[in-house]
């Protein structure tokens, strides 16, 4: 649900010629951080270099749109204070887990479970769930177009875009 909401997101700002760019899991963990597990050093250090490439890109005039599963309290707290407060709009994308693993196209839960994969999250290691997000979306209620209105609604509130369709 979080990476199909990002590129919806990024579709929906390109179409208004909103600079964009979406960060996730295939072009992160593939480059960037290929040397890096699930450890929770490794996770605390892919979140910080998230933290340090969002905020270059958006230096240079792009909305980033990071598609991760950050599931430690602080470490969100340090790529806020890192991207800055007011630039880094936390997202809770709020699922149960079973419905994650139905959705895993991957298989990254089944190798969890079979062992493959150590120190996964809601498998084998912890999700600390946001304390205060700048907004919550029910991914297992909502679609993914009621979610991006959602979000769309929230950045126009928040004079974070002006958005519109060409």
Do not use: W
């Amino acid at each position: 649900g979080k990476s199909s909401l990002a590129y919806a997101l990024e579709d929906a700002l390109h179409k208004s010629e909103i600079r964009t760019y979406v960060l996730d899991g295939d072009n992160i963990r593939q480059g960037l951080c290929s040397d890096l597990g699930f450890s929770r050093n490794d996770r605390t250090e892919n979140i910080r270099r998230i933290g340090e490439v969002s905020k270059l890109m958006m230096e240079s005039g792009s909305i980033v749109l990071v598609a991760f599963i950050s599931p430690f309290q602080n470490d969100r707290r340090i790529a806020r204070e890192l991207v800055g407060i007011g630039d880094f709009i936390e997202v809770y994308c709020d699922s149960p887990l079973n419905i994650c693993e139905l959705r895993d196209s991957k298989g990254l839960y089944k190798k969890a479970r079979s062992g493959e994969i150590p120190e996964f999250t809601g498998i084998s290691s912890p999700y600390e769930i946001p304390d205060n997000p700048e907004l919550i979306l029910d991914t297992n209620s909502l679609s993914i177009d009621e979610c991006l209105d959602k979000l769309i609604s929230y950045m126009k509130k928040n004079k974070i875009v002006s958005l519109t369709k060409k």
